[in-house]
């Protein structure tokens, strides 16, 4: 199954997850929450290709999760900001957060 034939799932999580349901989205999504906004800040941030990244902001802006906004003319340049459709998703990536923190500790190598 794809992911946009979840869309009209009856599961209101099968629904959600044809949005945000992938690791690329929910990144650029704890990057919007952490302040960042430009294009080549996702792409420092994540590491996701250019390709990917414009793929993901166009469905987050089409689903209204985030808006883009002009921030220069020449050449054409946006910041991808929030929505307040976008700023209730900010529970779920705490939870997420928080699960990771507990079950996910970083494991650092040792110098032995």
């Known amino acids: ?30 990057d919007c929450f952490l302040g960042l906004s430009r294009f080549e800040q996702f792409i420092e941030s994540s590491g996701m290709t250019r390709h990917i990244l414009a793929e993901r902001l166009k469905r987050l802006v089409e689903a209204g999760i985030l808006e883009r906004r002009q921030y220069s003319a020449g050449p054409k340049r946006y910041d991808y900001v929030l929505t307040e459709k976008g700023q209730e998703l900010a529970p779920a990536l705490m939870t997420l957060k928080d699960w990771g923190k507990k079950h ?7 110098n032995a």
Do not use: H, Q, Y
């Open 104 to 110: 996910m500790p970083v494991r650092r190598a040792t």
């Open 1 to 30: 199954m794809k992911w946009t034939e979840l869309s009209d799932n009856w599961c209101p999580v099968a629904r959600t997850l044809s949005v945000v349901g992938d690791r690329w989205t929910l990144l650029i999504l704890r």
